[in-house]
Nanobody, 115 residues
């Protein structure tokens, strides 16, 4: 079992920045890819960014150049630095860690960007 706990969400004005954190605990030895997803109001949950243990990174086109994902394996923590935030970034952001045969999810953290 792995537990994921997000933090760092909040309310920010358009153009502002936020940094999300996700700390993993439990059986973390099998952690490899960690990532962030988001669910906007009335929409499905979608990929934001992922990072593997060896540093392979993937971003959704909508956040490229604005968001940066990173990780600290000594702390079992993944981060999402979000800059130049837009109202359309408003969503609940979820941390994800796929460890076969299941996906682990955090409880989500709300990010609201006002125009």
């Amino acid at each position: 079992q792995v537990q994921l706990v997000e933090s760092g969400g909040g309310l920010v004005q358009s153009g502002g920045s936020l940094r999300l954190s996700c700390a993993a605990s439990g059986n973390t030895l099998r952690l490899n890819v960690m990532g962030w997803y988001r669910r906007a109001p009335g929409k499905q949950r979608v990929l934001v960014a992922t990072i593997s243990r060896d540093g392979v990174i993937n971003y959704a086109d909508s956040v490229k150049g604005r968001f940066t994902i990173s990780r600290d394996d000594a702390k079992n923590t993944v981060y999402l630095q979000m800059n130049s935030l837009k109202p359309e970034d408003t969503a609940v952001y979820y941390c994800n860690a796929p460890i076969w045969p299941r996906d682990y999810w955090g409880q989500g953290t709300q990010v609201t960007v006002s125009s």
